[in-house]
């Protein structure tokens, strides 16, 4: 593909700069979203209490809600 580009670049250097423009980048889906990024359904978000960590507390021998801090 080297030289075929090289070629073209000699041969018709506005060509090449059209076809250098057009192509992707050749690691532009490194940067793309994952479509593991967002948060699995039926999780909470944020530092919510409940009967769980209550007792995870109770375990640690921590007072209730001290894991929400």
Same mark, same amino acid.
């Given at each position: ?25 050749q690691?532009?889906h ?21 009967? &769980?960590a ?7 021998? &921590? ?7």
């Amino acid at each position: 593909m080297k030289d075929w580009a090289t070629a073209l670049c000699m041969a018709n250097e506005a060509s090449f700069d059209s076809f250098i423009a057009s192509s992707v980048p050749q690691f532009a889906h490194i940067f793309k979203t994952s479509h593991t990024a967002g948060t699995p359904p039926g999780t909470r978000r944020g530092s919510e209490g409940g009967e &769980l960590a209550d007792a995870i507390c109770s375990q640690l021998g &921590l007072k209730p809600g001290s894991l929400s801090e």
